[in-house]
């Protein structure tokens, strides 16, 4: 156990839990979670009230579709053979081009429209540590639909990430393995006795749960061989373990020797006391901060292994210490590009955010949603931001705060080209005005520079800015506030607000 | 020695402290090429200097697919599926040839500006993507290393450069370019690379701007100031700077920034090619690459990133076209450098985590190896095979054998390229040389 947090706590302790176990909130949301108390504010994120299926998926991703679908791509593939019998080989070649680019289309479709729904989700959800957790196992079991191509499949994942967002590890784990989206990213449909393919073996224990230095190449070489057989029916989208490709003879794993099938190395794996270890570690660093301290994960480590591995548990363990208020804590983190845009959104009020938003953040920004580059997933924290993405954060603040209007007139006034974000802009802005500063930023608030800078502070950052940054802030509010202080004005206050270091943590 | 940041810090921020002062950005270069000439490290216009690029082809390439070693039985035997005949390679001598995908290298080969280094690896060779990745980007065998050897070549060699001594094309800074004091920038469009401010009285409003992102003075101290800044060690694999805190970090980047935003959205403007790129991100970003080049970016190291080398699944295709990609990118990049005038100035290195397992897999692709070749392109280049081709019947747990250690390319590249005076400090040792520029 660690040490627990004073039942006292503060407004800017509420608002860092629903940083951190959500993507934070308004002012007046993060009053009202404060009221709750620290307690019943950890048990509404870690037993929420909000039903699993209160957002429905995308109607393509249920079961019928995805089999009514194989059965239009086969009947498609049919009919493009016997039409392409009359044809010569160029024109056949063409007709088989144009069929390839109309599946690629609605594949681009579905993906928008996937990345779109999530996102939304995220925005207006009552239950956001669950949301944040699909998003954890997300990166965790990294799976990109660049690879596995069939939408309807990450998405019916990302559904499995949702009902495991706080139950336990090793179930998922073996969800995974029978996984279509899982089996399709790294193979192991391929996989067969005899040649086997270690992609899966390896990293099954390198990422998902051992960590790299706990596991030998023979290890792998064994697994990998228990991994064989695993099919993937495409009609059902189901995987089901073919014994007839499945080496069935005895591997030696972590000096064990049976057997084993898929389930057997997965269950053995979670014998082996490194994998609560790891995985507590990895979660602390996910919604604490980086590299905690050895007795610290010793007692996550211990917990996490009493309650069978749920993951409910410990981060209720996680959300009551003390360590999660300590100073090291509050505002170190920096915002992953979905938090930050999340974030920003709730931030400014806006329930809806402007068309392609969704969409257009997380490609400039660096985190596209279902398309993690690489296995290991998303890299965290620093690598977040370089010279580049800073400057774009700060430039999608602006088309935020101030509208498209603004925005598209400095674009046209300097002739700026934007190569590869061509028509994102205008997609991110159209007919967007911006948010609601009437709201934001009362009229009375506005007669003093000083108390509207500090409201603002609080907003956007939900604690004390240090001087150096403060004073420049109200010296520009007293500067533009003139004669009367604008919806504008307080725009470009906000922008400015926003294209800060200090707007990056949290 | 001054850091970057003392310089900046005496010779333009101590200067900028009220918003009377004229916007920073505009001032800012005209002052770092003053002080970058007191010391001596590199000229103004940068017009004169040997220039790297790095290109990572990620995933761990097939190098017995790339150069193939076609007379070789043990190679057909290990790949009855995916080895290439003969007929399907561009021959080099009587034992190898390249993959048939890559015309352009091939006369570029026979030019004598193509120089392929054989069999590189490193010892006791990590199979995971990350870790190896990570140990080719540090050059630390031991994967310890907080920064990467291009970040030590920055700071050992280039002291008082501005940020752009090294850019990379990638949307996260690579883990080579991870310094002690100088990490290069990062960007993906010159057009966007500035704060857009869209509203009236943008001068004021960019002073302030300025202000709000200018290092703290205290930052290096590591002490919370007003809840603010919490100071936590770095992973260091990030391509920051090893130790930084969060706060410091953020505020580093955002000066950098600001100093190179100015500069490369100018000279990105200004040169046009007519030289044609495929629509490929590598295509692009070796586009991007000549018209900073062209421009006469100070830059002494560019890096670029071609994906999708991953081939568990159904190699030959995908492996071949990718290789196609590599070819039809690097013919653009070369006709653009040779149409300016600076293709003697530039050097380009391929690398990748990892070779594939000689043997294929039943899915009729390859597994994660160790050993694999490497490409150096450039007039300036010793043309030729070097090294020695790895045996495929000597092998270690399926995989080829290293013959030459990667650290030893690196240190041909760092000290007869890029002229580093010291190799101790860039890479921990010095290394045998191979004789692969001039």
Partial sequence: MLPKADQTWTIFEAAHLLNRAGFGGSPSDIRNFHGLGREKAVESLVSPAEPLDAFPLPEWSSDEQVAEDYKKLIAGRQALRQQSRGLSPEKAEMAKREAQRAVRREYREREAEARTWWFRRMLT?????????TLFWHDHFATSVQKVKQTALVVRQNDLFRRHAFGSFRDLTQAILMDPAMTLYLDTQSSKKGMPNENFAREVMELFTLGEGNYSEQDIREAARAFTGYQINRATGTVTHNKKQWDGSNKTIFGKTAPYDGKGVIDLIFTKKETARFMAGKLWEFFVYEKPNAAALDALAEVFQQADFRTGPLLREIFLSREFYAASSIRSQIKCPVQYSVGLLKQLEISTPPAGFPITSGEQLGQVLFMP?????????????????LLTRYNLAGYLTKGAGETEKVMASEKVRMPGMKDTPKRAARGWDGPDYEKIAPRPLRENPENLVDSLIFRFFQGPLPEKARGPLVEYAIAKKGAIFTNKETAELCHLMLSTPYYQLY | MKTRRDFLRTTVLGASAAWTVPMFVERTFGQLHEGARDIAIQPVTGKDDTILVVLQLAGGNDGLNTLVPYADDAYHKARPRIAKKEKDIIRLNDHVGLNSSMPFLGSMFKEGNLGIVQGVGYPNPNRSHFVSTSIWETADTSNRSATGWLGRYFDNACPGADPTVG???????PEAFGAAKNPGVCLNSPELYRWIHGGGEKA?????????NQPDDHADDDMPADGGSIAMPAGGKTGGIAGEGNLAFLERVALD??????TILELAAKHKTNVRYDGTPLARNLNLVSRMIAGGMPTRVYYVSHGGFDTHNQQANSHDRLLGQLDSALKSFFADLKQQGNDKRVVLMTFSEFGRRVAEN??????????SCLFLAGAAVKGGLHGVHPSLTDLSEGDIRHTVDFRSVYGGVLGDWLKAPKMKPILGAEYPKMGLIG
């Fill in chain 2, 257 to 262: 920034a600001r100093v190179s935003s100015k």
């Fill in chain 2, 362 to 371: 039943a899915s009729a692709g390859t597994d994660h190896g160790k050993a």
């Fill in chain 2, 204 to 212: 004021q409003a960019e002073e302030f701007f300025a202000e709000l």
């Fill in chain 1, 373 to 389: 580059p690489n296995v290991a997933g998303w890299d965290w924290g620093q690598a977040w931001i370089n010279t580049n993405t």
């Fill in chain 2, 167 to 173: 850019i990379s094309f990638n949307k996260t800074q």
């Fill in chain 1, 125 to 133: 959800t009552e239950a956001p540590l669950r949301e944040k957790m």
